[in-house]
Protein backbone atom coordinates (compact mmCIF):
# COMPACT_ATOMS: atom_id res chain seq x y z
CA UNK A 1 0.00 0.00 0.00
CA UNK A 2 1.43 3.28 -1.08
CA UNK A 3 1.90 6.12 0.98
CA UNK A 4 -0.73 8.87 1.60
CA UNK A 5 -0.02 12.30 -0.02
CA UNK A 6 1.26 15.50 2.81
CA UNK A 7 -0.99 17.80 0.60
CA UNK A 8 -4.34 16.52 1.94
CA UNK A 9 -6.67 18.98 0.80
CA UNK A 10 -10.17 17.05 2.35
CA UNK A 11 -10.28 14.60 5.48
CA UNK A 12 -13.70 12.72 5.60
CA UNK A 13 -14.36 10.82 9.34
CA UNK A 14 -16.76 8.62 9.75
CA UNK A 15 -17.40 6.60 13.07
CA UNK A 16 -18.78 3.31 12.70
CA UNK A 17 -20.68 0.96 15.04
CA UNK A 18 -22.68 -1.92 13.93
CA UNK A 19 -22.67 -1.19 10.16
CA UNK A 20 -20.95 -4.68 8.57
CA UNK A 21 -24.30 -4.49 5.97
CA UNK A 22 -23.34 -0.58 4.51
CA UNK A 23 -19.13 -0.89 4.71
CA UNK A 24 -19.54 -1.65 0.79
CA UNK A 25 -21.98 0.42 0.03
CA UNK A 26 -20.80 3.40 2.03
CA UNK A 27 -16.92 2.89 0.80
CA UNK A 28 -18.43 3.54 -2.63
CA UNK A 29 -19.93 6.41 -2.08
CA UNK A 30 -17.79 8.56 0.27
CA UNK A 31 -14.91 7.70 -2.56
CA UNK A 32 -17.10 9.03 -5.49
CA UNK A 33 -17.97 11.95 -3.47
CA UNK A 34 -14.64 12.99 -2.37
CA UNK A 35 -13.14 12.42 -6.15
CA UNK A 36 -15.92 14.70 -7.17
CA UNK A 37 -13.55 17.50 -4.60
CA UNK A 38 -9.98 16.45 -4.77
CA UNK A 39 -7.94 13.65 -5.77
CA UNK A 40 -5.73 14.70 -2.34
CA UNK A 41 -8.03 13.16 0.27
CA UNK A 42 -8.26 10.85 2.76
CA UNK A 43 -10.97 8.78 4.84
CA UNK A 44 -10.80 7.75 8.22
CA UNK A 45 -13.36 5.56 9.82
CA UNK A 46 -13.48 4.96 13.35
CA UNK A 47 -14.78 1.31 14.43
CA UNK A 48 -16.40 2.46 17.87
CA UNK A 49 -16.30 -1.28 19.32
CA UNK A 50 -18.59 -2.93 16.70
CA UNK A 51 -19.69 -6.16 17.88
CA UNK A 52 -20.28 -7.35 14.61
CA UNK A 53 -17.98 -7.98 11.72
CA UNK A 54 -17.27 -4.02 10.95
CA UNK A 55 -13.93 -3.95 11.41
CA UNK A 56 -12.81 -6.89 9.61
CA UNK A 57 -15.04 -5.11 6.66
CA UNK A 58 -13.32 -1.76 7.26
CA UNK A 59 -9.58 -3.59 7.51
CA UNK A 60 -10.46 -5.02 4.09
CA UNK A 61 -11.40 -2.06 2.11
CA UNK A 62 -8.49 0.08 3.80
CA UNK A 63 -6.19 -2.98 2.37
CA UNK A 64 -7.58 -1.76 -0.76
CA UNK A 65 -7.48 1.61 -1.13
CA UNK A 66 -4.30 3.89 0.16
CA UNK A 67 -6.92 6.86 1.09
CA UNK A 68 -8.61 4.71 3.39
CA UNK A 69 -7.80 4.30 7.03
CA UNK A 70 -9.37 3.04 10.19
CA UNK A 71 -9.49 3.35 13.62
CA UNK A 72 -10.57 0.53 16.19
CA UNK A 73 -10.85 1.67 19.84
CA UNK A 74 -10.27 -0.79 22.44
CA UNK A 75 -14.57 -0.88 23.57
CA UNK A 76 -17.36 1.35 22.62
CA UNK A 77 -16.11 4.99 23.77
CA UNK A 78 -19.64 6.48 22.36
CA UNK A 79 -20.58 8.80 19.24
CA UNK A 80 -19.30 11.96 20.10
CA UNK A 81 -16.02 10.83 21.18
CA UNK A 82 -15.29 8.82 18.04
CA UNK A 83 -15.89 11.60 16.21
CA UNK A 84 -12.97 12.91 18.12
CA UNK A 85 -11.10 10.74 17.70
CA UNK A 86 -11.57 10.55 13.93
CA UNK A 87 -10.73 14.52 13.69
CA UNK A 88 -7.63 14.08 16.01
CA UNK A 89 -5.94 12.40 12.94
CA UNK A 90 -7.61 14.01 10.45
CA UNK A 91 -4.30 15.69 8.54
CA UNK A 92 -6.94 17.71 5.42
CA UNK A 93 -7.73 21.51 4.87
CA UNK A 94 -11.39 20.90 5.28
CA UNK A 95 -13.03 18.09 7.10
CA UNK A 96 -15.95 16.58 6.65
CA UNK A 97 -17.98 14.05 9.44
CA UNK A 98 -20.72 12.08 8.82
CA UNK A 99 -22.51 9.31 10.35
CA UNK A 100 -21.60 5.51 8.76
CA UNK A 101 -25.48 4.68 8.30
CA UNK A 102 -26.00 6.43 5.41
CA UNK A 103 -28.75 8.33 6.25
CA UNK A 104 -26.80 11.43 5.43
CA UNK A 105 -26.23 11.68 2.15
CA UNK A 106 -22.38 11.74 1.12
CA UNK A 107 -23.00 13.40 -2.52
CA UNK A 108 -23.39 16.42 -0.53
CA UNK A 109 -19.87 16.55 0.32
CA UNK A 110 -19.03 18.86 -3.29
CA UNK A 111 -21.74 21.60 -2.44
CA UNK A 112 -20.28 21.93 0.62
CA UNK A 113 -16.77 21.91 -0.35
CA UNK A 114 -17.74 24.90 -2.43
CA UNK A 115 -18.97 26.62 0.53
CA UNK A 116 -16.05 26.25 2.22
CA UNK A 117 -13.94 27.56 -1.10
CA UNK A 118 -16.58 31.01 -0.67
CA UNK A 119 -14.63 31.49 3.02
CA UNK A 120 -16.93 29.62 5.10
CA UNK A 121 -15.30 27.99 8.01
CA UNK A 122 -18.31 25.67 8.65
CA UNK A 123 -20.86 24.79 7.38
CA UNK A 124 -23.32 22.59 8.52
CA UNK A 125 -26.24 20.29 6.46
CA UNK A 126 -29.38 21.10 7.92
CA UNK A 127 -32.22 19.05 7.56
CA UNK A 128 -35.30 20.12 5.64
CA UNK A 129 -37.18 16.20 5.95
CA UNK A 130 -36.37 13.16 8.27
CA UNK A 131 -37.96 10.36 6.29
CA UNK A 132 -38.28 7.11 8.43
CA UNK A 133 -38.52 9.06 12.28
CA UNK A 134 -41.58 8.67 14.64
CA UNK A 135 -43.61 11.38 15.30
CA UNK A 136 -42.45 11.51 18.99
CA UNK A 137 -38.82 11.66 17.75
CA UNK A 138 -39.33 14.41 15.14
CA UNK A 139 -41.04 16.48 17.70
CA UNK A 140 -38.15 15.56 20.72
CA UNK A 141 -35.85 16.73 18.41
CA UNK A 142 -37.06 20.01 17.29
CA UNK A 143 -38.16 20.96 21.11
CA UNK A 144 -34.65 20.23 22.49
CA UNK A 145 -32.91 22.20 19.15
CA UNK A 146 -35.11 25.06 20.02
CA UNK A 147 -35.15 25.12 24.24
CA UNK A 148 -31.18 24.29 23.66
CA UNK A 149 -30.91 27.87 21.42
CA UNK A 150 -32.84 29.55 23.91
CA UNK A 151 -30.72 28.77 26.83
CA UNK A 152 -27.40 29.31 25.55
CA UNK A 153 -25.49 32.85 25.55
CA UNK A 154 -24.31 31.92 21.57
CA UNK A 155 -26.05 31.49 18.35
CA UNK A 156 -26.77 27.92 18.01
CA UNK A 157 -28.12 26.58 14.58
CA UNK A 158 -31.25 24.43 14.74
CA UNK A 159 -32.09 21.11 12.90
CA UNK A 160 -28.50 19.72 12.61
CA UNK A 161 -26.70 17.06 13.48
CA UNK A 162 -23.10 15.89 13.23
CA UNK A 163 -23.04 16.40 9.06
CA UNK A 164 -20.36 19.35 8.50
CA UNK A 165 -17.61 20.61 7.04
CA UNK A 166 -14.91 22.73 8.85
CA UNK A 167 -11.92 24.05 7.97
CA UNK A 168 -8.08 23.27 9.70
CA UNK A 169 -8.19 26.17 11.79
CA UNK A 170 -11.74 25.52 13.67
CA UNK A 171 -10.43 21.93 14.07
CA UNK A 172 -7.16 22.87 15.91
CA UNK A 173 -9.15 25.05 18.38
CA UNK A 174 -12.04 21.82 18.92
CA UNK A 175 -8.97 19.79 19.94
CA UNK A 176 -8.38 22.37 22.82
CA UNK A 177 -11.25 21.07 23.99
CA UNK A 178 -10.70 18.35 26.43
CA UNK A 179 -13.79 18.10 28.12
CA UNK A 180 -14.83 14.52 28.51
CA UNK A 181 -18.79 14.51 28.08
CA UNK A 182 -18.55 16.17 24.68
CA UNK A 183 -21.33 18.06 22.16
CA UNK A 184 -19.78 18.89 19.45
CA UNK A 185 -22.28 20.99 17.95
CA UNK A 186 -22.33 23.22 20.64
CA UNK A 187 -18.09 23.03 20.87
CA UNK A 188 -18.10 24.14 17.25
CA UNK A 189 -20.86 26.81 17.29
CA UNK A 190 -19.25 28.51 20.26
CA UNK A 191 -16.57 29.51 18.69
CA UNK A 192 -18.55 31.28 16.47
CA UNK A 193 -16.34 31.16 13.11
CA UNK A 194 -18.11 32.02 10.06
CA UNK A 195 -21.14 29.51 9.14
CA UNK A 196 -23.34 28.53 6.76
CA UNK A 197 -25.40 25.79 5.75
CA UNK A 198 -26.55 23.48 2.90
CA UNK A 199 -30.39 22.06 2.61
CA UNK A 200 -31.19 17.98 2.39
CA UNK A 201 -33.88 15.69 3.43
CA UNK A 202 -32.42 12.80 5.45
CA UNK A 203 -33.10 9.52 4.37
CA UNK A 204 -34.28 6.73 6.02
CA UNK A 205 -32.26 3.99 8.15
CA UNK A 206 -31.43 1.22 5.27
CA UNK A 207 -30.17 -1.86 7.30
CA UNK A 208 -30.25 -2.67 11.14
CA UNK A 209 -31.49 -0.71 14.16
CA UNK A 210 -30.81 3.24 15.04
CA UNK A 211 -27.84 3.47 17.29
CA UNK A 212 -29.19 6.48 18.72
CA UNK A 213 -32.19 5.17 20.98
CA UNK A 214 -34.30 7.38 23.20
CA UNK A 215 -32.14 6.64 26.27
CA UNK A 216 -29.03 8.01 24.48
CA UNK A 217 -30.87 11.18 22.77
CA UNK A 218 -31.62 12.49 25.73
CA UNK A 219 -27.89 11.46 27.16
CA UNK A 220 -26.74 13.76 24.53
CA UNK A 221 -29.38 16.58 25.02
CA UNK A 222 -28.29 16.36 28.63
CA UNK A 223 -24.89 16.98 27.81
CA UNK A 224 -25.30 19.66 25.79
CA UNK A 225 -27.38 21.75 27.83
CA UNK A 226 -25.35 21.28 31.15
CA UNK A 227 -21.97 21.56 29.09
CA UNK A 228 -22.98 25.41 28.00
CA UNK A 229 -25.71 26.56 30.12
CA UNK A 230 -25.99 27.24 33.92
CA UNK A 231 -29.82 27.18 33.45
CA UNK A 232 -30.84 24.03 34.74
CA UNK A 233 -28.77 25.50 38.66
CA UNK A 234 -30.98 28.82 38.19
CA UNK A 235 -34.16 26.96 37.50
CA UNK A 236 -32.95 24.62 40.75
CA UNK A 237 -32.78 27.72 42.59
CA UNK A 238 -35.68 29.73 41.39
CA UNK A 239 -37.59 26.45 42.68
CA UNK A 240 -36.37 26.09 46.18
CA UNK A 241 -37.05 29.52 46.66
CA UNK A 242 -41.22 29.23 45.42
CA UNK A 243 -40.87 26.15 47.53
CA UNK A 244 -40.01 28.62 50.21
CA UNK A 245 -42.22 31.21 50.11
CA UNK A 246 -45.09 28.85 49.73
CA UNK A 247 -44.41 26.73 52.85
CA UNK A 248 -44.12 30.55 54.35
CA UNK A 249 -47.52 31.34 53.59
CA UNK A 250 -48.73 27.69 54.40
CA UNK A 251 -46.89 28.40 57.69
CA UNK A 252 -48.72 31.63 58.17
CA UNK A 253 -52.24 30.45 57.21
CA UNK A 254 -51.94 27.49 59.66
CA UNK A 255 -51.20 29.63 62.83
CA UNK A 256 -53.61 32.11 61.42
CA UNK A 257 -56.41 29.29 61.66
CA UNK A 258 -54.94 27.83 64.66
CA UNK A 259 -55.38 31.03 66.59
CA UNK A 260 -58.44 32.37 65.30
CA UNK A 261 -60.66 29.18 64.00
CA UNK A 262 -59.23 26.39 65.86
CA UNK A 263 -62.46 24.60 65.83
CA UNK A 264 -62.92 24.63 61.81
CA UNK A 265 -59.04 23.40 61.67
CA UNK A 266 -59.78 19.23 60.51
CA UNK A 267 -56.96 17.00 61.19
CA UNK A 268 -55.68 15.68 58.18
CA UNK A 269 -53.09 13.69 56.55
CA UNK A 270 -53.67 14.23 52.90
CA UNK A 271 -51.95 17.56 52.95
CA UNK A 272 -49.11 16.71 55.11
CA UNK A 273 -47.98 14.28 52.51
CA UNK A 274 -48.58 16.27 49.67
CA UNK A 275 -46.19 18.74 51.13
CA UNK A 276 -43.47 16.65 52.32
CA UNK A 277 -43.20 14.80 49.05
CA UNK A 278 -43.62 17.94 47.18
CA UNK A 279 -40.79 19.87 48.81
CA UNK A 280 -39.21 16.35 48.80
CA UNK A 281 -39.26 16.35 44.90
CA UNK A 282 -38.25 19.28 44.76
CA UNK A 283 -34.93 18.79 46.92
CA UNK A 284 -33.91 15.97 44.88
CA UNK A 285 -34.42 17.41 41.63
CA UNK A 286 -32.25 20.48 42.76
CA UNK A 287 -29.22 18.04 43.98
CA UNK A 288 -29.72 15.76 41.05
CA UNK A 289 -28.88 18.79 38.62
CA UNK A 290 -25.96 19.60 41.03
CA UNK A 291 -24.68 16.50 41.35
CA UNK A 292 -24.79 16.54 37.61
CA UNK A 293 -22.55 19.24 37.09
CA UNK A 294 -20.43 17.78 39.80
CA UNK A 295 -20.40 14.52 38.18
CA UNK A 296 -19.13 16.37 34.59
CA UNK A 297 -16.10 18.22 37.39
CA UNK A 298 -15.05 15.09 38.62
CA UNK A 299 -14.96 13.09 34.88
CA UNK A 300 -12.74 15.88 33.82
CA UNK A 301 -10.36 16.75 36.57
CA UNK A 302 -9.54 12.65 36.64
CA UNK A 303 -7.92 13.62 33.10
CA UNK A 304 -8.41 10.37 31.97
CA UNK A 305 -7.73 10.17 27.82
CA UNK A 306 -10.90 10.44 25.68
CA UNK A 307 -10.72 7.11 24.37
CA UNK A 308 -8.26 4.08 23.62
CA UNK A 309 -7.14 3.00 20.57
CA UNK A 310 -6.62 -0.77 19.74
CA UNK A 311 -4.87 -0.47 16.73
CA UNK A 312 -5.35 1.85 13.72
CA UNK A 313 -3.74 2.66 10.13
CA UNK A 314 -4.32 6.40 10.38
CA UNK A 315 -1.74 8.67 11.28
CA UNK A 316 -1.55 12.46 12.53
CA UNK A 317 -0.97 15.60 10.86
CA UNK A 318 2.58 16.32 11.87
CA UNK A 319 3.05 20.11 12.54
Known sequence: MSAAPNNIELSIVV????EELIIDELKRRLMASAEMVTEHYEIIFVNDGSRDTSLQKL???????????????SRNFGHQIAITAGMDFAR????????????DPPELI???YAQYKEGYKVIYAKR????????????????????????????????VGDYRMISRDVLDYVKK????DKYLRGQIAWLGFKSTYVLYERDERKFGETNYPFKKM?????????AFSDSPLKVATSMGFTVCLLSFIILMYAVYMFIFA????????????????????????????????????????????????????????ED
Not at 92 to 103: E, F, K, S
Not at 290 to 301: C, D
Request: with cysteine.
Open 15 to 18: PVYN
Open 59 to 73: KTVCEEHDKLFYISF
Open 92 to 103: GNAIVTIDGDLQ
Open 110 to 112: AEM
Open 128 to 159: TKRKGESLFKLLTAKMFYRLMAHLVSFDIPLD
Open 177 to 180: MKEY
Open 218 to 226: LRLAFNGIT
Open 262 to 317: KDQVLPGWASTIVSITFIGGVQLLCLGLIGEYISRIINNVRNRPLYVIDETTAKKK
